[in-house]
């Protein structure tokens, strides 16, 4: 993740907006790293340093809430921990850019639906579609008979013109006659499985894990080599308890994370 310094303020500044704000309790069972990462923390989520915004430095720290310097380094590790600051070598720490949630993995609306309604612009580029013989692991997750054809969807999603997620979807042939005719460029396959079949996934049942790429995966994420992607194993029913829809991504999640939800209404995914 890159930093660079808001312009908006200086060290000076964001020193005299944590100056002012609540000091630490010695009288408190926290320990004092605790709370000095909390009172940075509380400052970062209120948006009263915002991304980019510049740390003061780690001798200021010390001053300003009369703490050694090891206090406060467990406190900025910590919040560099979680993602909340960027250290820079010989340019200190800087307010990270917040990653954005991504519910699509507990949405009943896809990946192309969650980005567009959040005011993203989404296309993708098809890689694959075909209907073929399926997989053993198809076979068994979709409960296709001997002889059973699935058309397979593979395409790669770019989100305001970043990739970000490669996924293959394979569906049963006799439930989606003549999908593999559609023209999937920028179209969601949740749109057309509703408008033009009368199917909707009700439920999905779903496996997470970090992984490393492959180097072909890696070149159509632009990705460098050594970083991880989360990848994502589901299965989609219809009301009726058919499998429709089994499929495998991978997410870049360096400035995006998955929300998922727990509890109440079944969802369903795709792609």
């Not at 709370?35 to 948006?47: E, G, M, V, Y």
């Not at 068994?140 to 397979?152: E, F, I, Y």
């Not at 496996?207 to 989360?230: D, F, N, T």
Request: charged content about 25%; overall charge positive; aromatic content about 6%.
């Amino acid at each position: 993740m890159n930093a660079t310094p808001d312009a908006r303020l200086t060290r000076t500044q964001t020193a005299s907006l944590l100056q002012s704000g609540r000091k630490l309790d010695r009288a408190s069972p926290v320990p004092l790293w605790r709370q000095l990462r909390d009172r940075l923390a509380a400052s970062i989520h209120s948006a009263e340093l915002p991304p980019n915004a510049p740390l003061p430095s780690e001798i200021d720290l010390c001053a300003l809430f009369a703490v050694s310097r090891p206090v406060v380094r467990a406190a900025l590790d910590a919040l560099a921990a979680d993602a909340m600051v960027v250290k820079a070598t010989r340019r200190g720490a800087f307010v990270a850019h917040r990653k954005e949630e991504l519910d699509f993995a507990a949405s009943n609306i896809g990946l192309f639906g969650e980005m567009i309604a959040k005011g993203h612009r989404v296309t993708t580029r098809l890689l694959r579609l075909a209907r073929r013989g399926p997989t053993e692991r198809e076979m068994m997750m979709l409960r296709l008979p001997p002889g059973a054809d699935v058309v397979h969807l593979e395409r790669l999603y770019l989100v305001d013109g970043q990739p970000i997620s490669v996924g293959a979807i394979a569906m049963p042939a006799g439930k989606v006659p003549g999908l593999e005719e559609t023209d999937f460029v920028d179209r969601s396959l949740y749109a057309t499985l509703r408008d033009r079949y009368g199917l909707a996934v009700v439920k999905s049942e779903r496996w997470l894990e970090a992984v490393m790429p492959s180097a072909q995966q890696r070149g159509l994420l632009q990705l460098g080599e050594h970083k991880p992607v989360i990848a994502i194993e589901s299965l989609g029913w219809l009301a009726d308890g058919t499998p429709i829809e089994y499929y495998n991504a991978l997410y870049c999640t360096h400035d995006r994370r998955l929300h998922l939800m727990v509890g109440g209404t079944p969802t369903g995914g795709g792609l």
